[in-house]
């Protein structure tokens, strides 16, 4: 403490905080790494007590390898680098005026290795433990000498204990699957640096024993039903019931505690179909199946196919039901009159008479962009309209606003929260990622639910694929899959995004994107690209003759420091003139993806998200550089106040 007084007088002290920084460490991190990707590479400022000395701010470190150098600033003492190294073996050095430097030799490699998870058993009883191992191994099966930072966990809420940060070797021990529940449980492994291909296993946990389902079978939606469960379990056991509807979505959970050996719940299902319920209390497993039919007509259902938005002369056939209260069809004879307001025309406008659910007439797109409303009345039921929005060509799909969504965000918020917030913020396109190089194509669920929803309400569907492209015809398979995808009722998405940030090889980027563009003929082809100033070096030449729309991924806030108005205007500007100049091109539009998630923090949110005014700054940079479209990376991330500037009035 610092005391200072005046003789005769006051005094005043204030306590002072002494650090001494000494060293600079690495922190763990992978020693194999993708040649050419971003890799993030963290230097912590220690102490002289070997600890974080978290007083250190403002300190430049240097970070070298080879000929290249970075330079950050400190902020409590780290420093975060965002680097992209060539293929070889080189030394990463951190250097700071008066601190001893720290060091850590890398192998960059073009190839991808597999990480492989091993447990010594496929099943365990509900309650029980087991190790699980993993290594690293190359093409042809051969340990990859290295070590490894890895992130492991478990689905269905069990745990990993004890998961290292790095594991080094062929064979290492990766933490203890703790697995209360019965069921199959997937472990998942990822390692840092790019090089290494995702790595899985899934183990059995055997149920401790049987619980017995009691209850109808068969309800009208809407109806309100009791289930009870029984079994050889302890009084005050909790029971969780899993209730899956038949759209394979997941409703919220149930719970109940057992007494006298029983436990009920109620539920209320509106979607007809078969649902399934999973019982669990105590290690305890049951199950029961409820059919759920229609109930009385109460509405008219229409939906477009493939979609409401549509190109000049384009056609959408129009899929008309009578509906319950909740929506679903009832298989009845249907008789229906059809009339249009504005332009294009219809196949058929008088009387229908159907013998249950199809189409009941195809609407053709006008030459001119516009909207139209399609009315179908049946006796006795309020009349049901759909507008169909007509777009001058494929590019105009993704102008205006849009919001991207990843699989996890669509299972965890569900179609009616993700498409009322696009109506409220004036959404006209959604991004959803349905495939990448190391998952394939796992998101036809998504699109199964979101695609009629999202279309019965005008908003266009973007297809989203993460092609690494180390395995190209692999990832042109996956592509093609997608884009040729249609859901059970006919529903097709607006077009396909594919995102490519790892092997930026120009042949094979360009070979991709002809195989891309071949697969979607004249549909909407969007590049997700990074920007210039970050990836100089980018093929955007090689995807030019392809892609319809660009959509640069500029994030700006890539360090831990506030940014200005006009140093975000700045970049997203820069970004943009960059990329047409790149290309060769001015002639594609582009769909701005701006920044609403924090870069540092592992759920997206956090004190280093993007302020209001940045979002504003971006949004302004794309709208003067001439951009069609704006859209944020992303809608679960983003703060309140992100997302109010982000979905205001104004911008492209």
């Given at each position: 403490a610092v005391t200072a007084s005046?003789?005769?007088?006051?005094?005043r002290s204030i306590a002072l905080a002494v650090h001494t920084p000494t060293a600079l460490v690495l922190e763990p991190m992978s020693t194999v790494l993708s040649a050419g990707s971003t890799q993030s590479v963290t230097v912590d400022v220690n102490g002289a007590q070997g600890n974080l000395d978290t007083f250190d701010s403002g300190r430049t470190i240097e970070l070298a390898a080879g000929n290249s150098t970075w330079t950050a600033t400190d902020q409590q003492g780290t420093a975060t680098f965002a680097i992209q190294l060539p293929p070889g073996?080189?030394?990463?050095?951190?250097?700071?005026?008066?601190?001893?430097?720290?060091?850590?030799?890398?192998?960059?490699?073009?190839?991808?290795?597999?990480?492989?998870?091993?447990?010594?058993?496929?099943?365990?009883?509900?309650?029980?433990?087991?190790?699980?191992?993993?290594?690293?191994?190359?093409?042809?099966?051969?340990?990859?000498?290295?070590?490894?930072?890895?992130?492991?966990?478990?689905?269905?809420?069990?745990?990993?204990?004890?998961?290292?940060?790095?594991?080094?070797?062929?064979?290492?021990?990766?933490?203890?699957?703790?697995?209360?529940?019965?069921?199959?449980v997937t472990i998942t492994a990822t390692v840092g640096g790019g090089a290494v291909a995702e790595g899985s296993v899934t183990v059995h946990v055997v149920a401790?024993?049987?619980?017995?389902?009691?209850?109808?079978?068969?309800?009208?939606?809407?109806?309100?039903?009791?289930l009870t469960f029984s079994g050889n379990v302890a009084d005050g056991a909790a029971m969780t019931v899993v209730p899956?509807?038949?759209?394979?979505?997941?409703?919220?959970?149930?719970?109940?505690?057992?007494?006298?050996?029983?436990?009920?719940i109620q539920l209320t299902p509106t979607l007809a179909?078969?649902?399934?319920?999973?019982?669990?209390?105590?290690?305890?497993?049951?199950?029961?199946?409820?059919?759920?039919?229609?109930?009385?007509?109460?509405?008219?259902?229409?939906?477009?196919?493939?979609?409401?938005?549509?190109?000049?002369?384009?056609?959408?056939?129009?899929?008309?039901?009578?509906?319950?209260?909740y929506g679903n069809p009832i298989q009845a004879p249907v008789h229906a009159n059809v009339t249009l307001d504005g332009a294009g025309t219809l196949s058929r406008s008088s009387a229908i008479?159907?013998?249950?659910?199809?189409?009941?007439?195809?609407?053709?797109?006008?030459?001119?962009?516009?909207?139209?409303?399609?009315?179908?009345?049946?006796?006795?039921?309020?009349?049901?309209?759909?507008?169909?929005?007509?777009?001058?060509?494929a590019a105009a799909v993704a102008a205006g606003k849009g919001m991207w969504l990843i699989y996890p965000d669509w299972r965890t918020e569900g179609t009616a929260a993700i498409l009322k917030a696009a109506q409220a913020a004036g959404i006209t396109h959604i991004y959803l990622e349905v495939a990448t190089s190391s998952d394939g194509?796992?998101?036809?669920?998504?699109?199964?639910?979101?695609?009629?929803?999202?279309?019965?309400?005008?908003?266009?569907?973007?297809?989203?694929?993460?092609?690494?492209?180390?395995?190209?015809?692999?990832?042109?398979?996956?592509?093609?899959?997608?884009?040729?995808?249609?859901?059970?009722?006919?529903?097709?998405?607006?077009?396909?995004?594919?995102?490519?940030?790892?092997?930026?090889?120009?042949?094979?980027?360009?070979?991709?994107?002809?195989?891309?563009?071949?697969?979607l003929g004249q549909g909407l082809f969007v590049g997700v690209t990074y920007p210039p100033q970050q990836m100089p070096d980018y093929p955007f030449s090689a995807l030019a003759p392809f892609v319809t729309v660009w959509a640069p991924m500029d994030y700006w806030h890539v360090t831990e420091r506030g940014f200005t108005y006009h140093t975000v205007y700045t970049w997203v500007a820069a970004s943009i003139a960059g990329i047409d100049a790149d290309a060769g091109t001015s002639a594609i539009p582009f769909d701005v993806i701006a920044q609403t998630f924090d870069w540092f923090a592992g759920s997206g949110t956090g004190i280093f998200s993007p302020t209001p005014d940045e979002i504003s700054a971006a949004m302004a940079a794309a709208a003067a550089s001439g951009?069609?479209?704006?859209?944020?990376?992303?809608?679960?991330?983003?703060?309140?106040?992100?997302?109010?500037?982000?979905?205001?009035?104004g911008g492209p």
């Open positions: 005046v003789p005769g007088g006051p005094s073996t080189t030394t990463l050095t951190a250097t700071a005026s008066g601190l001893t430097p720290a060091s850590q030799t890398v192998t960059a490699t073009p190839s991808t290795y597999s990480l492989v998870l091993s447990v010594p058993q496929g099943s365990i009883q509900a309650g029980g433990s087991e190790p699980v191992a993993a290594s690293v191994v190359d093409g042809s099966g051969n340990a990859v000498p290295g070590t490894f930072a890895i992130a492991i966990s478990a689905d269905g809420g069990d745990t990993v204990a004890g998961a290292p940060a790095t594991v080094t070797g062929a064979s290492a021990p990766a933490g203890t699957l703790q697995a209360p529940n019965p069921g199959k401790a024993g049987t619980l017995t389902a009691a209850g109808p079978t068969r309800v009208t939606a809407g109806d309100t039903t009791s899956t509807d038949p759209d394979g979505n997941h409703p919220p959970v149930l719970t109940a505690t057992f007494s006298g050996g029983s436990a009920s179909g078969t649902w399934t319920l999973r019982a669990v209390a105590a290690g305890f497993l049951g199950t029961a199946t409820l059919k759920v039919a229609p109930g009385p007509a109460a509405q008219v259902v229409v939906h477009p196919l493939p979609t409401s938005i549509v190109l000049p002369g384009q056609q959408s056939r129009l899929y008309v039901a009578e509906g319950d209260a008479a159907q013998s249950g659910p199809g189409v009941a007439t195809v609407y053709t797109a006008p030459p001119a962009p516009g909207t139209a409303t399609v009315t179908l009345s049946v006796p006795g039921l309020p009349p049901a309209l759909v507008t169909l929005r007509t777009v001058p060509n194509f796992y998101g036809a669920p998504a699109l199964d639910d979101l695609l009629w929803q999202a279309h019965d309400d005008g908003i266009a569907v973007i297809s989203w694929v993460y092609a690494a492209l180390w395995r190209p015809a692999q990832d042109i398979a996956m592509t093609q899959a997608v884009a040729a995808y249609a859901a059970p009722l006919g529903d097709q998405a607006d077009g396909l995004a594919a995102d490519i940030e790892e092997n930026l090889d120009p042949a094979t980027v360009g070979a991709y994107g002809a195989m891309t563009r071949q697969a951009a069609e479209g704006v859209s944020f990376y992303r809608w679960t991330t983003a703060t309140p106040q992100e997302w109010a500037v982000a979905t205001a009035n």
